[in-house]
């Protein structure tokens, strides 16, 4: 900063407006400024830089995992694309690696366009995990629950969009209170939506019961 002299040097922060996923600190500063020489600030990137890489190995890991699942059951698939559980455990397989590709690898991309693809990204996570259990449990036959498990799946997709959306309004300085507002709207659409993968295993366990009370009766009669 050159040599020592007096005088007032202001930083001006921005607070976002407190969202449905905000804990509070979001917005400010997330620790000590630092201030100094170019390649004094250079070194100590470098070294957060490492700590942070060295942090996540074991999450690389898992999710390199994950990926090669992910060409596994998609390579399966193209084998036969009757295998519809081959196709939705490779798209749900491939999420994490999505989503860490757009949160954990610091893309030069801007806060909204990254807001925006990871909401999207967790909506299709949602919707993969239900047809994976649907085909998991043997499910697809019953035509109404895949009707409305199908309805449910755009409706998650729909709102997860416009969710991640908001961040642009927010980057336009629209008025806080609308989006607030919004947001609450959108993310009581969301939240009921995370019941579907408990659902489908109530109804997969209720129609086994009924298959096995439905054997039981063929069999006293038989007997």
Same mark, same amino acid.
Request: positive net charge.
């Given at each position: 900063?050159?040599?020592?002299?007096?005088?007032?040097?202001?930083?001006?922060?921005?607070?976002?407006?407190?969202?449905?996923?905000?804990?509070?600190?979001?917005?400010?500063?997330?620790?000590?400024?630092?201030?100094?020489?170019?390649?004094?600030?250079?070194?100590?990137?470098?070294?957060?830089?490492?700590?942070?890489?060295?942090?996540?190995?074991?999450?690389?890991?898992?999710?390199?995992?994950?990926?090669?699942?992910?060409?596994?059951?998609?390579?399966?698939?193209?084998?036969?694309?009757?295998?519809?559980?081959?196709?939705?455990?490779?798209?749900?397989?491939?999420?994490?690696?999505?989503?860490?590709? *757009?949160?954990? +690898?610091?893309?030069?991309?801007?806060?909204?366009? /990254?807001?925006? #693809?990871?909401? %999207? @990204?967790?909506? &299709?996570?949602?919707?993969?995990?239900?047809?994976? *259990?649907?085909? +998991?449990?043997?499910?697809?036959?019953?035509?109404? /629950?895949?009707? #409305?498990?199908? %309805? @449910?799946?755009? &409706?998650?997709?729909?709102?997860?969009?416009?969710?991640?959306?908001?961040?642009?309004?927010?980057?336009?300085?629209?008025?806080?209170?609308?989006?607030?507002?919004?947001?609450?709207?959108?993310?009581?659409?969301?939240?009921?939506?995370?019941?579907?993968?408990?659902?489908?295993?109530?109804?997969?366990?209720?129609?086994?019961?009924?298959?096995?009370?439905?054997?039981?009766?063929?069999?006293?009669?038989?007997?």
């Amino acid at each position: 900063l050159g040599p020592a002299r007096k005088g007032v040097l202001a930083v001006r922060v921005f607070k976002l407006p407190s969202m449905s996923v905000d804990d509070g600190s979001a917005g400010g500063f997330e620790g000590l400024p630092l201030a100094g020489s170019p390649e004094a600030i250079g070194t100590k990137q470098e070294a957060f830089n490492f700590r942070w890489l060295r942090g996540r190995q074991f999450l690389f890991a898992l999710t390199s995992l994950y990926g090669l699942a992910s060409i596994l059951s998609f390579i399966a698939w193209l084998r036969d694309r009757k295998q519809r559980l081959l196709f939705w455990m490779a798209a749900f397989t491939f999420m994490p690696v999505l989503e860490l590709v *757009l949160s954990g +690898l610091h893309l030069p991309m801007s806060g909204m366009w /990254l807001t925006f #693809a990871i909401q %999207t @990204a967790i909506a &299709v996570r949602e919707l993969c995990q239900w047809f994976l *259990l649907i085909y +998991l449990l043997q499910l697809d036959g019953h035509t109404k /629950l895949m009707r #409305a498990v199908r %309805t @449910a799946a755009w &409706v998650g997709v729909l709102v997860g969009a416009l969710d991640g959306a908001l961040a642009f309004a927010l980057h336009f300085n629209s008025p806080a209170v609308p989006i607030q507002i919004a947001d609450a709207i959108l993310t009581a659409i969301i939240l009921p939506l995370e019941l579907v993968p408990i659902l489908l295993v109530i109804y997969a366990i209720r129609q086994r019961q009924r298959s096995e009370e439905h054997t039981s009766e063929l069999q006293s009669h038989h007997d």
